[in-house]
Protein backbone atom coordinates (compact mmCIF):
# COMPACT_ATOMS: atom_id res chain seq x y z
CA UNK A 1 0.00 0.00 0.00
CA UNK A 2 1.43 3.56 -0.68
CA UNK A 3 -1.98 5.88 -0.17
CA UNK A 4 -1.36 8.76 1.75
CA UNK A 5 -4.10 11.18 2.49
CA UNK A 6 -3.87 14.92 2.68
CA UNK A 7 -6.97 17.35 3.19
CA UNK A 8 -7.02 19.47 0.37
CA UNK A 9 -8.38 22.24 2.14
CA UNK A 10 -8.23 25.34 1.70
CA UNK A 11 -7.78 25.93 5.03
CA UNK A 12 -7.79 29.75 5.80
CA UNK A 13 -6.23 31.23 9.01
CA UNK A 14 -5.49 35.12 9.97
CA UNK A 15 -2.17 36.58 10.23
CA UNK A 16 -0.83 35.42 13.05
CA UNK A 17 -2.21 32.12 13.77
CA UNK A 18 -0.32 29.06 13.91
CA UNK A 19 -1.24 26.48 11.20
CA UNK A 20 -1.21 22.97 11.60
CA UNK A 21 -1.47 20.89 8.46
CA UNK A 22 -1.61 16.88 8.28
CA UNK A 23 -1.27 13.77 6.18
CA UNK A 24 -1.83 10.10 7.37
CA UNK A 25 -0.52 6.69 5.92
CA UNK A 26 -1.13 3.14 5.88
CA UNK A 27 2.19 1.95 4.83
CA UNK A 28 4.04 0.94 8.06
CA UNK A 29 7.30 0.95 6.34
CA UNK A 30 7.41 4.79 5.77
CA UNK A 31 10.12 5.90 7.96
CA UNK A 32 11.20 8.86 5.92
CA UNK A 33 9.15 12.53 5.93
CA UNK A 34 9.01 15.56 3.76
CA UNK A 35 6.93 18.45 3.98
CA UNK A 36 7.67 20.87 0.52
CA UNK A 37 6.19 23.86 0.13
CA UNK A 38 4.38 24.52 -3.37
CA UNK A 39 3.52 28.13 -4.77
CA UNK A 40 0.77 28.99 -7.65
CA UNK A 41 2.21 27.88 -10.87
CA UNK A 42 6.15 26.98 -9.08
CA UNK A 43 7.68 23.36 -8.69
CA UNK A 44 7.60 22.35 -5.13
CA UNK A 45 10.20 22.93 -2.57
CA UNK A 46 11.60 20.84 0.20
CA UNK A 47 10.41 22.30 3.52
CA UNK A 48 11.20 19.98 6.13
CA UNK A 49 12.78 16.38 6.02
CA UNK A 50 12.56 14.00 9.14
CA UNK A 51 13.61 10.44 9.62
CA UNK A 52 11.03 8.19 12.04
CA UNK A 53 9.51 9.51 14.74
CA UNK A 54 9.90 12.93 16.71
CA UNK A 55 10.13 16.55 16.24
CA UNK A 56 12.12 18.27 13.93
CA UNK A 57 12.01 22.68 13.98
CA UNK A 58 13.65 25.36 11.94
CA UNK A 59 12.41 28.80 12.81
CA UNK A 60 8.73 28.88 12.29
CA UNK A 61 8.20 25.84 11.07
CA UNK A 62 7.94 22.32 12.77
CA UNK A 63 7.62 18.78 11.69
CA UNK A 64 6.58 16.43 13.87
CA UNK A 65 5.89 12.58 13.08
CA UNK A 66 4.01 9.68 14.90
CA UNK A 67 4.76 6.53 13.66
CA UNK A 68 2.14 4.76 15.67
CA UNK A 69 -0.28 6.60 14.81
CA UNK A 70 0.93 6.77 11.49
CA UNK A 71 0.05 10.28 11.54
CA UNK A 72 2.58 13.32 10.87
CA UNK A 73 2.14 16.95 10.97
CA UNK A 74 3.42 20.55 9.60
CA UNK A 75 3.19 23.87 12.54
CA UNK A 76 3.81 27.13 11.22
CA UNK A 77 3.97 29.73 14.24
CA UNK A 78 2.96 33.79 13.58
CA UNK A 79 1.62 32.79 10.11
CA UNK A 80 2.33 35.00 7.60
CA UNK A 81 0.88 36.05 4.02
CA UNK A 82 3.64 34.90 2.90
CA UNK A 83 3.05 31.75 3.81
CA UNK A 84 0.36 31.38 1.21
CA UNK A 85 0.53 28.36 -0.94
CA UNK A 86 0.03 24.37 -1.27
CA UNK A 87 1.52 22.17 1.09
CA UNK A 88 2.64 18.68 -0.35
CA UNK A 89 3.69 15.81 2.42
CA UNK A 90 5.53 12.90 1.05
CA UNK A 91 7.04 9.80 2.72
CA UNK A 92 9.15 6.80 1.43
CA UNK A 93 10.15 3.87 3.22
CA UNK A 94 13.94 3.93 2.13
CA UNK A 95 16.34 6.56 1.44
CA UNK A 96 16.45 6.11 -2.23
CA UNK A 97 14.04 8.31 -4.03
CA UNK A 98 13.68 5.95 -7.25
CA UNK A 99 10.62 4.35 -8.34
CA UNK A 100 9.13 1.13 -7.42
CA UNK A 101 7.77 0.37 -3.79
CA UNK A 102 10.66 2.43 -2.28
CA UNK A 103 9.86 5.73 -4.70
CA UNK A 104 8.50 8.91 -2.85
CA UNK A 105 4.64 9.04 -2.32
CA UNK A 106 3.51 12.36 -2.12
CA UNK A 107 -0.05 13.57 -0.67
CA UNK A 108 -2.30 15.58 -2.90
CA UNK A 109 -1.67 18.86 -0.85
CA UNK A 110 -3.39 21.06 1.43
CA UNK A 111 -3.86 24.74 -0.01
CA UNK A 112 -3.44 27.45 2.38
CA UNK A 113 -4.55 31.05 3.01
CA UNK A 114 -3.09 32.96 5.08
CA UNK A 115 -5.41 36.41 5.36
CA UNK A 116 -3.63 39.55 5.89
CA UNK B 1 22.55 29.54 -10.96
CA UNK B 2 19.76 28.45 -12.82
CA UNK B 3 18.66 25.28 -11.42
CA UNK B 4 16.29 23.46 -12.76
CA UNK B 5 15.16 24.80 -15.74
CA UNK B 6 11.97 22.88 -18.24
CA UNK B 7 11.09 24.38 -21.92
CA UNK B 8 8.68 24.62 -23.31
CA UNK B 9 6.31 26.42 -19.91
CA UNK B 10 3.19 25.85 -21.97
CA UNK B 11 2.01 23.54 -24.57
CA UNK B 12 -1.26 23.11 -26.47
CA UNK B 13 -1.40 19.76 -28.66
CA UNK B 14 -4.34 17.94 -30.74
CA UNK B 15 -4.32 14.31 -29.63
CA UNK B 16 -2.22 12.34 -31.68
CA UNK B 17 0.13 14.91 -32.02
CA UNK B 18 3.56 14.11 -30.56
CA UNK B 19 6.38 16.75 -28.78
CA UNK B 20 9.17 16.78 -26.57
CA UNK B 21 9.57 18.60 -22.97
CA UNK B 22 13.36 19.38 -22.00
CA UNK B 23 14.70 19.62 -18.32
CA UNK B 24 18.16 20.96 -18.24
CA UNK B 25 20.12 21.10 -14.54
CA UNK B 26 23.54 23.29 -14.09
CA UNK B 27 24.16 21.50 -10.48
CA UNK B 28 26.30 18.27 -12.50
CA UNK B 29 23.42 15.83 -10.78
CA UNK B 30 23.17 12.30 -11.11
CA UNK B 31 19.91 11.65 -10.90
CA UNK B 32 16.67 13.05 -12.71
CA UNK B 33 13.02 12.47 -12.84
CA UNK B 34 9.89 13.42 -14.20
CA UNK B 35 6.36 13.92 -12.15
CA UNK B 36 2.78 14.82 -13.39
CA UNK B 37 0.80 16.48 -11.22
CA UNK B 38 -3.09 16.10 -11.91
CA UNK B 39 -5.88 17.89 -9.63
CA UNK B 40 -6.81 16.04 -6.55
CA UNK B 41 -3.79 13.73 -7.20
CA UNK B 42 -0.70 13.77 -5.47
CA UNK B 43 2.42 13.79 -7.66
CA UNK B 44 3.43 10.84 -9.59
CA UNK B 45 6.85 9.25 -10.84
CA UNK B 46 7.13 8.90 -15.00
CA UNK B 47 10.33 8.06 -15.67
CA UNK B 48 13.48 8.62 -13.81
CA UNK B 49 17.02 8.12 -14.59
CA UNK B 50 19.99 7.56 -12.18
CA UNK B 51 22.96 8.53 -14.61
CA UNK B 52 23.92 9.90 -18.37
CA UNK B 53 22.57 7.04 -20.78
CA UNK B 54 20.16 5.21 -17.92
CA UNK B 55 16.73 5.46 -17.63
CA UNK B 56 13.85 3.90 -15.87
CA UNK B 57 10.38 3.52 -15.39
CA UNK B 58 8.33 5.30 -12.62
CA UNK B 59 4.58 4.65 -10.98
CA UNK B 60 2.87 5.71 -14.39
CA UNK B 61 5.18 5.22 -17.54
CA UNK B 62 3.11 4.44 -20.34
CA UNK B 63 2.64 6.48 -23.34
CA UNK B 64 5.60 8.05 -22.60
CA UNK B 65 9.21 7.54 -23.47
CA UNK B 66 12.17 9.63 -21.64
CA UNK B 67 16.08 9.86 -22.78
CA UNK B 68 18.79 10.90 -20.78
CA UNK B 69 21.98 11.11 -23.58
CA UNK B 70 23.48 14.06 -21.73
CA UNK B 71 24.24 14.10 -17.75
CA UNK B 72 22.55 17.61 -17.50
CA UNK B 73 19.76 16.47 -19.59
CA UNK B 74 16.35 14.66 -19.26
CA UNK B 75 13.49 14.61 -22.17
CA UNK B 76 10.30 13.43 -22.20
CA UNK B 77 8.31 12.29 -25.26
CA UNK B 78 5.18 12.20 -26.16
CA UNK B 79 4.64 10.57 -29.34
CA UNK B 80 0.68 10.45 -29.75
CA UNK B 81 -0.98 12.48 -27.29
CA UNK B 82 -4.13 11.86 -25.70
CA UNK B 83 -6.51 14.26 -23.14
CA UNK B 84 -5.61 11.81 -20.15
CA UNK B 85 -2.36 13.11 -20.79
CA UNK B 86 -3.27 16.73 -19.80
CA UNK B 87 -1.35 17.65 -17.15
CA UNK B 88 1.08 19.75 -15.13
CA UNK B 89 4.52 18.02 -15.80
CA UNK B 90 7.56 18.51 -13.03
CA UNK B 91 11.29 17.87 -14.16
CA UNK B 92 13.23 17.01 -10.70
CA UNK B 93 16.92 16.68 -10.04
CA UNK B 94 19.28 15.02 -7.24
CA UNK B 95 22.37 14.71 -6.80
CA UNK B 96 22.34 11.03 -5.27
CA UNK B 97 19.22 9.74 -5.64
CA UNK B 98 18.17 10.53 -1.57
CA UNK B 99 15.03 11.57 -0.75
CA UNK B 100 15.35 14.92 0.65
CA UNK B 101 17.34 16.09 -1.67
CA UNK B 102 14.87 16.77 -4.59
CA UNK B 103 15.28 20.38 -6.51
CA UNK B 104 12.26 20.33 -8.88
CA UNK B 105 11.75 22.62 -11.86
CA UNK B 106 9.11 25.01 -12.42
CA UNK B 107 6.75 23.02 -14.33
CA UNK B 108 5.62 22.42 -17.85
CA UNK B 109 1.72 22.79 -18.24
CA UNK B 110 0.36 20.55 -21.09
CA UNK B 111 -2.94 20.50 -22.18
CA UNK B 112 -4.26 18.01 -24.98
CA UNK B 113 -7.39 18.75 -26.97
Known amino acids: QKEVEQDPGPLSVPEGAIVSLNCTYSNSAFQYFMWYRQYSRKGPELLMY????GNKEDGRFTAQVDKSSKYISLFIRDSQPSDSATYLC????????????????FGKGTHLIIQP | NAGVTQTPKFRVLKTGQSMTLLCAQDMNHEYMYWYRQDPGMGLRLIHYSVGEGTTAKGEVPDGYNVSRLKKQNFLLGLESAAPSQTSVYFC????????????FGEGSRLTVL
Open chain 2, 92 to 103: ASSRSGRVGELF
Open chain 1, 50 to 53: TYSS
Open chain 1, 90 to 105: AMSASSYSGGGADGLT
